[in-house]
């Protein structure tokens, strides 16, 4: 007998008595055999056995993927209440003006056949997502037809609308709600911006805000704090951006302290009159 040969070569497979197993789960360290270790979503390199892989805790990406696949997000919303104003837009201008060689004609149909496109992207199909950035050129060229300026300025006034769409054609959340394949990377970024402790990033942007608007400082320092408590590096996965709340919370600090600085003459005669009138 040779004591070189490690006892956890011959091991069986926790699943699978009759095979041995060739390695261990990166979360329970149970041993597992070629068939049962399973690769994760976002955390390459690590091997993990078939229960484990399947806790949402673990498969965490997974999970946040299932979450959201198929369900209206916050843009489809959007566009489904712009078509329902639209709609109701063109139905006024008809009652109004009427049909005719007019202006009024022209816009309501416009906005009528835009329409479709909007309670397509509402229902989810697949073609709506490349029709809605086609509305904003759509306008363009029509305008361009109908008035005498140059085009490039009338594509310029469509700008913000073509890069709406843009951004919404291109928004992971919604992908998801239209069932489109999206990357690890794209849904950890997902993951990053809703799950990973949201409220520490609502502290720092309060804070710079209350660069501007002073108000806003007391509300960065508690957004904060509480941000603070909802760290979790333990958790599967971590919750963290501390530095998001901590940032914030200086940030009010600091605004706060020159505001009372600025404001000390003030401040001082309200508490003394407060005072005088306890006495
Ligand atoms: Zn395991
Ligand atoms: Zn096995």
Sequence with gaps: ?????PVSAAVPCVAHPEVLAGGTCSRCGGFMCAACSTAVLGLEG???CAACA???DVNYLEALRQR???RRDGWTWTVGFV?????VGAIACFVAWGLG????TLLAVLMLAAAPVGVAFFLGKPWARHA???PPLVMAWVMWTQVSQPLWFLLLCASPGMLVAWGIHRDVRNQLFFQRPVTAKALRVLWDRRLNNPLARQALRLGVNAVLMPLLAPFAVIFGAVALTRVDLKASPPIDRRGYAIGGMLLGIVILSAWGYVLRAPLRDIARWLMSREG
């Excluded at 007998?1 to 040969?5: G, Q």
């Excluded at 078509?83 to 709609?87: A, D, I, Q, R």
């Design 132 to 134: 809605l950035l086609l």
């Design 68 to 70: 959201f696949w198929g």
């Design 101 to 104: 060689p007019t202006w009024h």
């Design 1 to 5: 007998m040779s004591l070189e040969v």
């Design 83 to 87: 078509t329902l104003l639209l709609c």
């Design 46 to 48: 690590q091997r993990f």
């Design 54 to 56: 399947a806790r949402p």
